[in-house]
């Protein structure tokens, strides 16, 4: 009898871990903390890669173009890049035109609707989108818009499009105006498709992610060429490119599709990697600064480098236990996650590139740091100010307005520190613009390495901050 269970046991944990195309068991592999190596990446062309970002379509199906235009009013003219081609020139700079196969002009969402932003006015490509609304069901636009499109050929476009979007919709909405649900999106896209051929299924073919994303905030692409693994907890190893062409399961559902938009995203990579942060437009001490790069070098160099003539930049994971911050972004990705790891490292995506998750977090390059608040992986820190001292990190908080102003002092945009949490809001939408740091994933705890200075090292600290 036991023997038996023991048998039993042994044979479910084999039909369980199942068998890669070779034979090969399916191993999962996680990563310890510390130092990440640098891997072999392919090279492309920056300008080609700039031409594509902003002209062609990683996502391939969307709205025909026609419904499109009945459904929106005018379009600010800075939202349009003038460096954009044909039907592109005319739309605003998150969305990219696509003809499909059946030849019905569409319109989609592109890697700059969180990956690019406004920045006193002037579109910054490469800065994370921390204004973004995802708290509002996706799927009450795309039925509204619905009702613009015309005949049978756009109808059956719409419908693919409408169909994916109710597949992801309930594992994206986020409780927080400006945090990203990106990740779980992903993973929600890998559970309707099989891995080896892509194929879509209307049906999950793997248990969903949860329904409530983790908040995170959208990294800027100016650090992409100095870390060596993708991700805040350095899960994505070995080749870049197959990370971050990750939109493309929205709609390529062959692997003949991915390998074609993976040919010029090796272009758009190459581009990624020559962006630079924006530098800091404001009055900077210098005296104040060269003392706060002192206290740069003793307090901080060992996990976010040195910058200048002798940049360098460690690739250091650091361990939950010694960062301190929240930890359920890390531990979810480490332990409830096998599932998306072992579909990512059997698929087209996975041949060059791995996951592997480590129970930390990467310390970030801290070039262009200024402009990119809120800080922290969940983007729970509003200001610097407030990052370099835990005891004056609000609980509750939201921005000053829908585009805030940016605050010399603090060093981020403005917010307004509440006494409440939701619970406290007059309607939804002001309550959905509260950040509430009790909530599960949300918490500002940890990373207290600016507590232990005294308030004026703390101001050097951020005047030599805002040079990076
Ligand atoms: C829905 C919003 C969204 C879209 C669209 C999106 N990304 Fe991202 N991207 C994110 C978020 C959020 C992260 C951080 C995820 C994490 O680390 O857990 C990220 C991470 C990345 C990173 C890794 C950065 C780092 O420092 O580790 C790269 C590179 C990247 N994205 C490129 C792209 C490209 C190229 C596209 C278009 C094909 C794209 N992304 C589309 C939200 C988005
Ligand atoms: C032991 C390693 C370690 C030390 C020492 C350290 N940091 Fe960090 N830092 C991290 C890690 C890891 C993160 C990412 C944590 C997260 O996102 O949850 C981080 C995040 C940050 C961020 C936010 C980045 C962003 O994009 O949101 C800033 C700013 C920062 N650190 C500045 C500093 C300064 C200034 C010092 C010195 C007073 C310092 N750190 C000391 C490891 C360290």
């Known amino acids: 009898m036991r023997l038996c269970c023991v048998f039993f046991l042994i044979l479910a944990a ?5 068998c890669g195309q070779d034979g090969e068991p399916d191993a999962i592999t996680k990563a310890q903390p510390g130092k990440v190596a640098a891997e ?10 700039r031409d594509a970002l902003l002209n062609r379509a990683v996502v391939t199906c969307g709205l ?27 739309l605003p700079y ?21 990956h690019a932003a406004l920045l006193n006015g002037e579109l910054v490509i490469g800065l994370g989108n921390e204004f973004l609304n995802l708290t509002e069901d996706p799927i009450v636009s795309v039925e509204s818009a619905g009702a613009y499109v015309e005949g049978e050929a756009e109808a059956k476009e719409w419908r693919k499009w409408a169909d994916r979007i109710d597949a992801i919709a309930p594992y994206i909405i986020t409780d927080t105006v400006g ?47 100095k870390k060596h693994a993708s991700f805040y907890n350095a899960e994505g190893r070995g080749d870049q490119v197959r990370f971050m062409m990750l939109a493309s399961t929205t709609c390529t559902d062959t692997v003949q599709e991915a390998a074609a938009i993976d040919a010029w995203f090796v272009d758009v990579r190459a581009y990624i990697l020559t962006l630079e942060p ?12 060269e003392r706060g790069e002192k206290l740069f070098r003793k307090n901080c160099r060992r996990c976010h480098g040195t910058y200048g003539a ?14 301190g911050t929240d930890p359920f972004l890390a531990r979810d990705a480490f332990e409830e996650s096998d599932r998306f790891i072992r579909w990512f490292n059997r698929s087209f995506y996975g041949e060059t590139s791995r996951v592997e998750p480590a129970l930390g977090y990467i310390a970030p390059p801290l070039n262009g740091i200024w402009a990119t608040a809120p800080y922290l992986h969940n983007g729970s820190v509003p200001s610097l100010a407030a990052l370099m001292d835990t005891s004056s990190r609000p ?27 939701k619970e406290g809001a007059m309607g939804w939408d002001e309550r959905n613009r509260i950040y509430d740091t009790t909530l599960r994933g949300y918490s500002n705890q940890g990373h207290d390495f600016g507590d232990e200075l005294t308030s004026k090292e703390r101001r050097a600290l951020l005047e030599y901050l805002k040079t990076l």
């Open 14 to 18: 084999v039909l369980l871990t199942g």
């Open 40 to 49: 072999p990446q392919r090279t492309g062309d920056p300008e080609r890669g």
């Open 64 to 90: 025909p173009v026609s419904a499109y235009r009945k459904s929106i009013r005018e379009i600010d003219p800075k939202l349009m890049l003038p460096t954009r081609t044909g039907l592109n020139a005319q």
């Open 94 to 114: 998150s969305l990219t035109a696509h003809t499909s196969a059946s030849g019905v002009e569409l319109v989609t969402s592109n890697c700059l609707s969180c």
């Open 179 to 225: 945090v990203n649900s990106a990740g779980n999106l992903t993973f929600a896209l890998f559970a309707h498709r099989d891995p080896v051929t892509l194929a879509w299924s209307e049906e999950p073919i793997l248990a969903p992610p949860p329904e409530k994303p983790l908040p995170v905030s959208v990294p800027p692409w100016w650090n992409t060429r």
């Open 278 to 289: 924006p530098a800091y437009p404001y009055e900077v001490e210098l005296a104040l600064a």
């Open 310 to 323: 002798d940049e360098l930049y460690p690739n250091r994971v650091v361990a939950l236990e010694d960062v």
């Open 395 to 421: 609980k509750y908080w939201r921005f000053a307005a829908e585009k805030p102003d940016y605050n010399v002092q603090a060093i981020g945009w403005d917010f307004d520190e509440l006494a409440h949490g």
